[in-house]
């Protein structure tokens, strides 16, 4: 198996990338989006906004904290979610500067929802 090579990409191409995984799953932007409405929010209170078991909740959150884009405080026996405003303002800087390289316009239009 070969090896990946990623010291040779800059730190924002790796973190971007980083994050981009995290991400790829609509369930995972999910769970953001409700933390996002609910701080502090647990597990089985998400679980209640989303389509899955208990154990894929959970699975997706180990995923997210590892790329610090969610945090876990301890409150007794629960664990209560947060966004990491520090790494989402990381995240939207470095992603912004990529937008802007890459020579895309800034559009404020709004594009139609798709379900």
Known sequence: MAQKKT???????????????????????????????????????????LPFAQSTVSHHLKELIK??????????????????ENMWSRFARHYGRLVKELGIPDSHEAEPEQH
């Open 7 to 49: 010291e040779e990409f800059s730190y924002p191409d790796q973190f971007i990338s980083d994050v981009s995984i995290a991400l790829s799953h609509p369930g995972r932007i999910s769970i953001i989006r409700i933390i996002a409405r609910k701080p502090g929010i647990t597990t089985g209170e998400l679980v209640e906004f």
């Open 67 to 84: 790329t610090e884009l969610i945090s876990v405080s301890i409150d007794g026996k629960r664990s209560l979610y947060t966004l990491n």
